[in-house]
């Protein structure tokens, strides 16, 4: 069997003081250094090898009269410790390496830069796709030509294409954005629509100065496409589905001990409750109360001092015909503009589940959602900080970084470099204090990798704690799938988290003391929308 693996990158968080990061840089580049010395006296001991094999090997075969071989060698190794040592100063020199790279993984050592190279290179695709359109054309065949060579909804091809087309992703799709936005031709409906809206805002606001829609008219901001996609989508959606939204409580039988599988306690609890809320796998299956509703999960939480808190639980697009998760409020919850995020279905769902569970204005409340779930939550962090104590947000495969999520709200955010989804919002998180962004890669651990399988071995012996070729995902097809599936996520924030970083470790505190104390329930609401 042939596992995928996922290793993470962290991104934000607290910044090391200048000297501390001074400390850890000089200690990774002597791990580095001592490795290069170590790989170098492997080289020297191979070396021995081979010569000290070709001269024993030589007098074996030579026992004529004639046989004349000068050993130049004076020595009592044999050719066989020459290549023992060898191996044992590779295997040194490899493991002082990962150690090297740990150092500079877990204390995010070249995140800013990286963070810096990854932006300009997404600024120059951006601006290629902006000035040439036409350029979109194979990258959009292509990803429809993988789409329909899918069968039985594998997505295994649209997989591969994500996969080879990551690099491109970001700056392809803020360069389409800026193309509709600027091209009267592609882009004068969403113009006019955007337009409209700014100068009616303004408008009723009393504003006196104008010159903020012109400005703002030809930003380029794939928010702003989305603003103008959901003046029609919502329309059209409102008209098919409706626009009435119930609510509902589920009644929970008495024998359905256990709804969720954690108490959701932590940042990886909460992660293993979304994707089994996802997925269908608790207590209570929502299906069977009805197929057509989306559902979340609320959990409440009491403290010692008899105060409360709260986590919410936001799975993501489900499809479903009368669902407030459909994919049209995907456009709504990103839009630029709060009036259309709070109209959002989705959103309104959420909000409304919280009114009714119970939720108070001072109470510290934790919000996690995956893909559109997570969009929910980074809208309602932004646009009902006044209402809401909005303590914590945890995203999975959601684009939030066009959203003004409040500085005093901490953001954990997980994404996957190949996952088409988290990069629809065209940009980078924003890298902040209590802001951190995990993004990992996912690799097919074949023969290829044979070198890593064999550490990963290694380590398992000796019982280390950290495998430098990532976490197994657990949970999919040999085959792989859309790294947009939450147990990528899983083994990204679980990869993140064994690195002991100390910017993992500080969301991972913050979170649980929002959630601390005794759980004293676990209720599941279904979103259901009608004419």
Same mark, same amino acid.
């Given at each position: 069997?042939?596992?995928?693996?996922?290793?993470?990158?962290?991104?934000?968080?607290?910044?090391?003081?200048?000297?501390?990061?001074?400390?850890?840089?000089?200690?990774?580049?002597?791990?580095?250094?001592?490795?290069?010395?170590?790989?170098?006296?492997?080289?020297?001991?191979?070396?021995?090898?081979?010569?000290?094999?070709?001269?024993?090997?030589?007098?074996?075969?030579?026992?004529?009269?004639?046989?004349?071989?000068?050993?130049?060698?004076?020595?009592?190794?044999?050719?066989?410790?020459?290549?023992?040592?060898?191996?044992?100063?590779?295997?040194?020199?490899?493991?002082?390496?990962?150690?090297?790279?740990?150092?500079?993984?877990?204390?995010?050592?070249?995140?800013?830069?990286?963070?810096?190279?990854?932006?300009?290179?997404?600024?120059?695709?951006?601006?290629?796709?902006?000035?040439?359109?036409?350029?979109?054309?194979?990258?959009?065949?292509?990803?429809?030509?993988?789409?329909?060579?899918?069968?039985?909804?594998?997505?295994?091809?649209?997989?591969?294409?994500?996969?080879?087309?990551?690099?491109?992703?970001?700056?392809?799709?803020?360069?389409?954005?800026?193309?509709?936005?600027?091209?009267?031709?592609?882009?004068?409906?969403?113009?006019?629509?955007?337009?409209?809206?700014?100068?009616?805002?303004?408008?009723?606001?009393?504003?006196?100065?104008?010159?903020?829609?012109?400005?703002?008219?030809?930003?380029?901001?794939?928010?702003?496409?989305?603003?103008?996609?959901?003046?029609?989508?919502?329309?059209?959606?409102?008209?098919?589905?409706?626009?009435?939204?119930?609510?509902?409580?589920?009644?929970?039988?008495?024998?359905?001990?256990?709804?969720?599988?954690?108490?959701?306690?932590?940042?990886?609890?909460?992660?293993?409750?979304?994707?089994?809320?996802?997925?269908?796998?608790?207590?209570?299956?929502?299906?069977?109360?009805?197929?057509?509703?989306?559902?979340?999960?609320?959990?409440?939480?009491?403290?010692?001092?008899?105060?409360?808190?709260?986590?919410?639980?936001?799975?993501?697009?489900?499809?479903?015909?009368?669902?407030?998760?459909?994919?049209?409020?995907?456009?709504?919850?990103?839009?630029?503009?709060?009036?259309?995020?709070?109209?959002?279905?989705?959103?309104?769902?959420?909000?409304?589940?919280?009114?009714?569970?119970?939720?108070?204005?001072?109470?510290?409340?934790?919000?996690?959602?995956?893909?559109?779930?997570?969009?929910?939550?980074?809208?309602? /962090?932004?646009?009902?900080?006044?209402?809401?104590?909005?303590?914590?947000?945890?995203?999975?495969?959601?684009?939030?970084?066009?959203?003004?999520?409040?500085?005093?709200?901490?953001?954990?955010?997980?994404?996957?470099?190949?996952?088409?989804?988290?990069?629809?919002?065209?940009?980078?998180?924003?890298?902040?204090?209590?802001?951190?962004?995990?993004?990992?890669?996912?690799?097919?651990?074949?023969?290829?990798?044979?070198?890593?399988?064999?550490?990963?071995?290694?380590?398992?012996?000796?019982?280390?704690?950290?495998?430098?070729?990532?976490?197994?995902?657990?949970?999919?097809?040999?085959?792989?799938?859309?790294?947009?599936?939450?147990?990528?996520?899983? /083994?990204?924030?679980?990869?993140?988290?064994?690195?002991?970083?100390? /910017?993992?470790?500080?969301?991972?505190?913050?979170?649980?003391?929002?959630?601390?104390?005794?759980?004293?329930?676990?209720?599941?609401?279904?979103?259901?929308?009608?004419?």
């Amino acid at each position: 069997m042939m596992p995928w693996k996922v290793q993470s990158t962290i991104i934000g968080g607290k910044a090391l003081s200048a000297s501390k990061e001074q400390e850890y840089l000089y200690c990774s580049n002597q791990l580095k250094n001592l490795s290069y010395d170590f790989n170098y006296l492997s080289e020297n001991w191979l070396q021995a090898y081979m010569r000290i094999m070709s001269i024993t090997l030589a007098k074996n075969s030579c026992d004529g009269p004639f046989c004349n071989i000068s050993d130049s060698i004076n020595t009592s190794l044999s050719y066989e410790e020459c290549r023992i040592n060898s191996q044992e100063c590779k295997l040194i020199s490899e493991k002082l390496l990962d150690l090297s790279e740990l150092i500079a993984r877990a204390n995010s050592l070249y995140s800013n830069a990286e963070l810096s190279t990854r932006n300009f290179f997404d600024n120059t695709v951006s601006l290629c796709f902006t000035l040439i359109p036409s350029l979109s054309i194979p990258m959009l065949v292509s990803a429809g030509i993988s789409l329909n060579s899918d069968k039985n909804n594998s997505m295994t091809n649209f997989a591969k294409w994500s996969n080879a087309t990551a690099p491109l992703q970001q700056g392809f799709i803020r360069g389409i954005s800026n193309n509709i936005l600027i091209n009267p031709i592609t882009g004068f409906t969403i113009h006019g629509l955007n337009f409209m809206k700014k100068a009616k805002l303004l408008f009723n606001n009393g504003k006196q100065d104008k010159s903020i829609i012109f400005n703002n008219f030809s930003r380029s901001s794939l928010s702003e496409v989305s603003a103008g996609l959901s003046s029609i989508t919502s329309r059209i959606n409102n008209y098919s589905q409706g626009n009435k939204l119930t609510v509902s409580k589920i009644n929970i039988p008495n024998k359905s001990k256990t709804i969720l599988p954690k108490n959701g306690q932590s940042i990886k609890e909460a992660l293993t409750n979304i994707t089994e809320l996802s997925s269908g796998n608790i207590g209570v299956h929502p299906p069977l109360a009805n197929s057509e509703a989306a559902t979340i999960a609320i959990q409440c939480f009491k403290k010692k001092d008899g105060s409360k808190s709260w986590l919410v639980t936001i799975p993501g697009t489900d499809g479903k015909p009368h669902s407030p998760f459909g994919w049209e409020q995907n456009a709504e919850v990103m839009s630029a503009y709060k009036s259309d995020r709070v109209k959002a279905d989705s959103a309104r769902m959420v909000i409304n589940a919280m009114k009714k569970a119970g939720i108070q204005k001072n109470d510290p409340v934790a919000l996690i959602g995956h893909s559109q779930g997570g969009i929910v939550a980074a809208a309602i /962090a932004s646009d009902y900080s006044k209402e809401y104590n909005i303590q914590h947000v945890v995203t999975a495969g959601s684009p939030i970084a066009n959203h003004n999520i409040p500085e005093k709200t901490w953001v954990t955010s997980i994404e996957m470099e190949d996952e088409l989804v988290a990069n629809l919002d065209g940009k980078s998180n924003p890298s902040r204090s209590n802001w951190v962004t995990i993004r990992a890669k996912a690799t097919h651990f074949d023969r290829k990798n044979i070198k890593n399988s064999k550490k990963s071995k290694e380590n398992n012996e000796n019982n280390e704690k950290y495998d430098i070729s990532g976490v197994t995902v657990k949970g999919i097809d040999e085959k792989g799938t859309l790294t947009h599936d939450l147990h990528y996520h899983q /083994a990204a924030y679980e990869d993140a988290s064994t690195l002991g970083s100390s /910017a993992i470790l500080n969301q991972e505190n913050h979170f649980k003391n929002i959630v601390d104390g005794k759980l004293e329930s676990t209720t599941l609401w279904q979103g259901v929308m009608n004419k």
